[in-house]
Antibody, heavy 120, light 110 residues
Framework: QITLKESGPTLVKPTQTLTLTCTFSGFSLSTSGVGVGWIRQPPGKALEWLALIYWNDDKRYSPSLKIRLTITKDTSKNQVVLTMTNMDPVDTATYYC????????????WGQGALVTVSS | QSVLTQPPSVSAAPGQTVTISCSGSSSNIGSNPVSWYQQLPGTAPKLLIYDNNKRPSGIPDRFSGSKSGTSATLGITGLQTGDEADYYCGTWDSSLSVYVFGTGTKVTVL
């Protein structure tokens, strides 16, 4: 079955760069059409889509955060990495990675989420 | 920041029916299939409906979805206490080339 798990720091300081890793199993990111996305959720607030990487290394970013985000994949390790620069307290949120099935526009499997707090 | 608008909350007694609306535009709901996600307290979102009205394996038929024009609707019949959760719609926005989520709706079982 498909599983995903986020890992990374739980606390970062303002202006630092956040690096989160999504380690997955049960599918390959070299399979045509498949994608992995990142979504975040500030405490008590709605879901916000951040980025998506496709099997062919095509990438999409949230326009409002594009200059701060980089998404990459390591197919051999079954990992997707998201970096976000210049972190601010408003970036405090639970960060999720999720699987996008080939040819579809939704996320069918989600990781458990990683809470990241931005504070000095 | 969400481009899909949902009512903040809906409520009903056990056994009753609730509907949740999701309003968008021609570039998102009007052009692409809608999915719905259920987020139980303290847990990750879970796919409830995809392709407007299809249910993944294991999702009971008490949950249904529909789409008309630039709006979509999630229906929950036979409401149970275990259905208390936040519900989000989502779809692709072809103009922005981004995935967009709704503002979220909290379902309360009275």
């Amino acid at each position: 079955q498909i599983t995903l798990k986020e890992s990374g720091p739980t606390l970062v300081k303002p202006t630092q760069t956040l690096t989160l890793t999504c380690t997955f199993s049960g599918f390959s990111l070299s399979t045509s059409g498949v994608g992995v996305g990142w979504i975040r959720q500030p405490p008590g607030k709605a879901l916000e889509w951040l980025a998506l990487i496709y099997w062919n290394d095509d990438k999409r970013y949230s326009p409002s955060l594009k200059i701060r985000l980089t998404i990459t994949k390591d197919t051999s390790k079954n990992q997707v990495v998201l970096t976000m620069t210049n972190m601010d307290p408003v970036d405090t949120a639970t960060y999720y990675c999720a699987h996008r099935p080939a040819g579809w526009v939704y996320f069918d499997y989600w990781g458990q989420g990683a809470l990241v707090t931005v504070s000095s | 920041q969400s481009v899909l608008t949902q009512p903040p909350s809906v409520s009903a007694a056990p056994g009753q029916t609730v509907t949740i609306s999701c309003s968008g535009s021609s570039s998102n709901i009007g052009s692409n299939p809608v999915s719905w996600y259920q987020q139980l307290p303290g847990t990750a979102p879970k796919l409830l409906i995809y392709d407007n009205n299809k249910r993944p394996s294991g999702i009971p038929d008490r949950f249904s979805g529909s789409k008309s024009g630039t709006s979509a609707t999630l229906g929950i019949t036979g409401l149970q206490t275990g259905d208390e959760a936040d519900y989000y719609c989502g779809t692709w926005d072809s103009s922005l080339s981004v995935y967009v989520f709704g503002t979220g709706t909290k379902v309360t079982v009275l």
